[in-house]
């Protein structure tokens, strides 16, 4: 059975591990060790993400959650109110976002192997660098997992509480290489890099195209020093929508744009890279993961209230590789905030609900 006062502990103690993202070695390694002890084959990827597995009877189930946490994020002290609230103190975030989904994933396990009744086969993963683009689920092993539906715990709010609908994302990386020269002397033996690159960015998608499609010209630089013409600039930037050709005709426009910019400057070489950073998905009723969790939900009595999101998750990159993931609510509030707080109800009630899901042969 699962335990509030045992996922609350598991909770305060993996919040007392700082785990900003890219600095994630001491709480890899203690979650590690804790499904190690609850009987499970547990490793590290190459990328360092917490990979286990559970044996059981049935199609295998991913749950899955990420370990590293946004700053201000070190040295966090929870504050218990003693009955349902926990918060930080107010000097750094609380980090529900996403050690609640690492504690439920924990307590899953505990209660699903004491109780001893049958239940799927669990694998695990708890990836790391998420906050940071999605960095372990882009670099998993996933020729170790063999589930095709996962459970993301990594929501705000109830478990009730799903991402319906994430978006298609873009991004993209481009390098204009000029000439330099001094710019007093023999500017005209210049091939300014700089300005080639204003010329581009100024007609890159930028802002919002719908309700649904944005674009982000996020960084431009180029240049060293005012007395020269500058020979490099580089652009960064991306293209969002819930639609995928909608994306993709920005893409499209993107691309050609920076073509014609390229045989305005024959004299200047512009590489251009677009690339998909994670594909969107809409949740239906009969998706894999919905079929599975919905039922679960409503035999709780909670009512699945899917919501579009405008990022991405780790249940975004699942679905680029053929697993069919479902992000829920843990019970936290006010994410990647100093006033974030987890409502330890909803978390028990999330553990409850993917308990539930592993049971179901
Ligand atoms: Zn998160």
Known sequence: ????????????????IDSPSGEEDAIAADLERRLSELGLEAWQDSAGNVLARLPGEGEPLLLSAHMDTV???????????????????????????????????LEVIQSVLEDGASHRPVEVAISRGEEVGLVGASKMDYSSLSSKVAVVIDSGGPPSSIQGQAPFHYVYDIDITGRSAHAGLEPEKGVPAVTIGAEIAAGLPQGRFDYETTGNVGRIEGGLVRNAVP?????????????????????????SHVEQVKRNHPEASIEADFRTAYPGYRLTEDDPAARLLYPVLRELGMEPDPQPVGGGTDGNVFRGQGIAGIVIGRGGYNQHTKDEYLVVPEMVDCARVVEAAVLRT
């Open 71 to 105: 700053e201000p994020g070190r040295g966090i002290k929870p504050v218990w109110d003693g009955d349902d609230i926990i918060r930080s103190d107010g000097s750094t975030i609380l980090g529900a976002d996403n050690k609640g989904g690492c504690a439920v994933i």
């Open 231 to 255: 020979d490099k600039c580089v652009i960064q930037g991306e293209m969002r929508s819930m639609d995928q050709l909608k994306v993709e005709d920005l893409v499209s426009r993107a691309r």
């Open 1 to 16: 059975m699962i335990q509030r006062e045992r996922i609350l502990q598991a909770f305060l103690d993996l919040v007392a």
